[in-house]
Every structure is written in structure tokens, then in C-alpha cells.
Nanobody, 122 residues
Framework: QVQLVDFGGGLVQAGGSLRLSCAAS????????MGWFRQAPGKEREFVAG????????YYADSVKGRFTISRDNAKNTVYLQMNSLKPEDTAVYYC???????????????WGQGTQVTVSS
């Protein structure tokens, strides 16, 4: 059974940092493009960042470019999202995803994590 477990969310002041983690099991982790998505209240889920199977390529939404960094450790079956200079508009539930894609862009999600809440206060 495939499981993606997201954790690391919380409440932080604007300008602060958080590191999200997603631990995967039940799949050949190194064969999947991994990504982070987020969904704010009343909005659709949106792409945040992606990383290729090897970790050699990354891709970011314009809204987080320069502030967020995605990385992965294939030996630990874990993907991370380091979030710096957080803004109130970053408030959302963050989901990790495993799927297929082109380089670091996830085009089809096969599995979702359960989500972790990130709240940024002004």
C-alpha cells in the first residue's frame, strides 16, 4: 500500500521559515517525479514546486521562486520543501505528490499525501 505522509506545517509569522517533509512508502520512490501543491480556503489546488526523479532538476511556481526550495533524499524516500520569507498569502494546506512528468514538472499525480496546514500570520 502506497503512503505519502506530509508533516512539518504550523503557524509562523510573516518572514519566517518552515520545512515540510513527505515520507513515502510502498512505492519505488526514485522512479517518481515528486511535487508539492497547496490549497488555500476557497481556492483550487495549485502547483508549488517539483523535482525530477534524480533531484537534478527542479521547477517552481512564480509565486514561490527564490523563497522555496524543494529537495529529495532517495535513500530515505523523503521529499522536502524549505520555505523561507513566508508571506500571509502562503497560508494553505500543503500536499506532497508522487507522479509522472517531464523533468521536474509533475503532469499526472499518482499519489497524494494527506496534507499539512501552513498558516502565516501578518
Amino acid at each position: 500500500q502506497v503512503q505519502l505522509v506530509d508533516f512539518g506545517g504550523g503557524l509562523v509569522q510573516a518572514g519566517g521559515s518552515l520545512r515540510l517533509s513527505c515520507a513515502a512508502s510502498g512505492l519505488t520512490f526514485s522512479r517518481y517525479v515528486m511535487g508539492w501543491f497547496r490549497q488555500a480556503p476557497g481556492k483550487e489546488r495549485e502547483f508549488v514546486a517539483g523535482i525530477s526523479w534524480s533531484g537534478g532538476s527542479t521547477y517552481y511556481a512564480d509565486s514561490v521562486k527564490g523563497r522555496f526550495t524543494i529537495s529529495r533524499d532517495n535513500a530515505k524516500n523523503t521529499v522536502y520543501l524549505q520555505m523561507n520569507s513566508l508571506k500571509p498569502e502562503d497560508t494553505a494546506v500543503y500536499y506532497c505528490a508522487a507522479g509522472v512528468g517531464v523533468q521536474a514538472l509533475v503532469t499526472t499525480v499518482a499519489y497524494w499525501g494527506q496534507g499539512t496546514q501552513v498558516t502565516v500570520s501578518s
